[in-house]
């Protein structure tokens, strides 16, 4: 298998769970995206982007990896925690607390804030749509969606 890096993680160790089980996969497509809309998060669901993979066998594994980035209009408010979410065809597949930094060196205010997640998701035969949404818990804290990537490598089993 060929490894390919995205950051600090790489798909060799995002398909490592498999692996430990006995399964192995071939890369069959990656698909990556970014931008930086800089709209006003609502607090809830926010969507910033939807990306259609396709399954080429009987089943697939995604290893995913998306940044999530968010700018709060007063840049000393403290609420860090957000969620990154992604969702498979509308259905809900991760879910995961995160937490943007805003303690930057002394006397220096970070204007946008991020995290990362990733995670395997498996999916069936055919297309499908992969949803990152940007969960917003603060409903008195007003913020823009900064800047975000994601990448999805798509695997099928080895055969």
């Given at each position: 298998?060929?490894?390919?890096?995205?950051?600090?993680?790489?798909?060799?160790?995002?398909?490592?769970?498999?692996?430990?089980?006995?399964?192995?996969?071939?890369?069959?497509?990656?698909?990556?995206?970014?931008?930086?809309?800089?709209?006003?998060?609502?607090?809830?669901?926010?969507?910033?982007?939807?990306?259609?993979?396709?399954?080429?066998?009987?089943?697939?594994?995604?290893?995913?990896?998306?940044?999530?980035?968010?700018?709060?209009?007063?840049?000393?408010?403290?609420?860090?925690?957000?969620?990154?979410?992604?969702y498979v065809d509308g259905v809900l597949k991760r879910d995961t607390?995160?937490?943007?930094?805003?303690?930057?060196?002394?006397?220096?205010?970070?204007?946008?804030?991020?995290?990362?997640?990733?995670?395997?998701?498996?999916?069936?035969?055919?297309?499908?749509?992969?949803s990152l949404y940007t969960y917003w818990p603060w409903q008195f804290?007003?913020?823009?969606?900064?800047?975000?990537?994601?990448?999805?490598?798509?695997?099928?089993?080895?055969?």
């Amino acid at each position: 298998m060929k490894k390919l890096t995205v950051g600090a993680l790489s798909f060799a160790a995002l398909l490592a769970t498999g692996a430990a089980n006995g399964a192995q996969y071939d890369l069959s497509s990656l698909f990556m995206s970014s931008g930086n809309p800089q709209t006003t998060l609502a607090y809830g669901n926010n969507k910033v982007h939807d990306e259609m993979v396709n399954c080429p066998d009987t089943s697939c594994m995604v290893a995913l990896v998306a940044t999530d980035q968010f700018c709060p209009v007063d840049v000393s408010a403290q609420q860090q925690a957000f969620r990154i979410r992604i969702y498979v065809d509308g259905v809900l597949k991760r879910d995961t607390w995160v937490w943007g930094r805003g303690d930057g060196p002394a006397g220096v205010q970070i204007a946008c804030r991020g995290a990362e997640s990733a995670s395997n998701v498996g999916i069936s035969s055919g297309a499908h749509t992969m949803s990152l949404y940007t969960y917003w818990p603060w409903q008195f804290v007003p913020a823009t969606q900064g800047a975000w990537t994601v990448n999805y490598f798509v695997s099928t089993p080895h055969h």
